[in-house]
T-cell receptor, first 113, second 109 residues
C-alpha cells in the first residue's frame, strides 16, 4: 500500500478552470502538507494542517484552498487556474514529535494551457 | 519560506567515483533529512539525522549532522548509474520542514 497517495498524477486543464487534487495518507500521521515544485525543482511549502487545523499558510493566492475532512486527508482545490500554476504539487505527511520525518506522495503534474 | 543553500547545484561524475554535497542554513535545525527524487516521482527519504554531530550510514550513503546544527553533509561512495537523480536536504524547525535547492547528480557509465 502506498503510504501517501495523491490523485490525479497528471492533470492538463485550460486557464480559468477549477480543479482539485486529493491526498490521503495511511501512516497515522497527524500533520499533512502541500508543496509546490517549480521548473527549477525548488520545493516550496504552501500549507500545513495538524489534526485538521491549518498551521502553516505561506503566501499563496487565495485561489488555492486546502480542505482537510479528517487527519488522513488533505485536498487542494484551485480556482480560476492560471498559466503560472503549472507545476508539480506534492502532498506529504509527518508525525510531529514522533520520527520527525516527512513522507511525500508521488506528485501531481499540473499543466495549465 | 526559508530555502536552504545546497551545493553543488549539479554534478557530472564517472561511475565508481565518490560524491559529496552539503547544505547550509542561517538557522539552527533539530533534524536534518536527505531525500532523493527520481524523474517523475516524489522525494524519497534516504537518511534522517536527529543529533548534532551524528553520523549515519545507509548502504553507500553517509550523512552527518553538523556540530553547529546549521549544516549537513551527504556522501555517496562508489557511485552507480542508478544514483542519478536530484538530492534534497531538509531541516526541521518546529512544525516546519525547509528544503534545500537540490543537487542534480548525473553518473556517466
Amino acid at each position: 500500500d502506498t503510504a501517501v497517495s495523491q490523485t490525479p498524477k497528471y492533470l492538463v486543464t485550460q486557464m480559468g478552470n477549477d480543479k482539485s487534487i486529493k491526498c490521503e495518507q495511511n501512516l497515522g500521521h497527524d500533520t499533512m502538507y502541500w508543496y509546490k515544485q517549480d521548473s527549477k525543482k525548488f520545493l516550496k511549502i504552501m500549507f500545513s494542517y495538524n489534526n485538521k487545523e491549518l498551521i502553516i499558510n505561506e503566501t499563496v493566492p487565495n485561489r488555492f484552498s486546502p480542505k482537510s475532512p479528517d487527519k488522513a486527508h488533505l485536498n487542494l482545490h484551485i480556482n480560476s487556474l492560471e498559466l503560472g500554476d503549472s507545476a508539480v504539487y506534492f502532498c506529504a505527511s509527518s508525525q510531529l514529535g514522533g520520527g520527525n520525518t516527512i513522507y511525500f506522495g508521488e506528485g501531481s503534474w499540473l499543466t495549465v494551457v | 519560506g526559508q530555502q536552504l543553500n545546497q551545493s553543488p547545484q549539479s554534478m557530472f561524475i564517472q561511475e565508481g567515483e565518490d560524491v559529496s554535497m552539503n547544505c547550509t542554513s542561517s538557522s539552527i535545525f533539530n533534524t536534518w533529512l536527505w531525500y532523493k527524487q527520481d524523474p517523475g516521482e516524489g522525494p524519497v527519504l534516504l537518511i534522517a539525522l536527529y543529533k548534532a554531530g551524528e553520523l549515519t550510514s545507509n548502504g553507500r550513503l553517509t550523512a552527518q549532522f553538523g556540530i553547529t546544527r546549521k549544516d549537513s553533509f551527504l556522501n555517496i561512495s562508489a557511485s552507480i548509474p542508478s544514483d542519478v537523480g536530484i538530492y534534497f536536504c531538509a531541516g526541521r524547525s518546529g512544525n516546519q520542514f525547509y528544503f534545500g535547492t537540490g543537487t542534480s547528480l548525473t553518473v556517466i557509465p
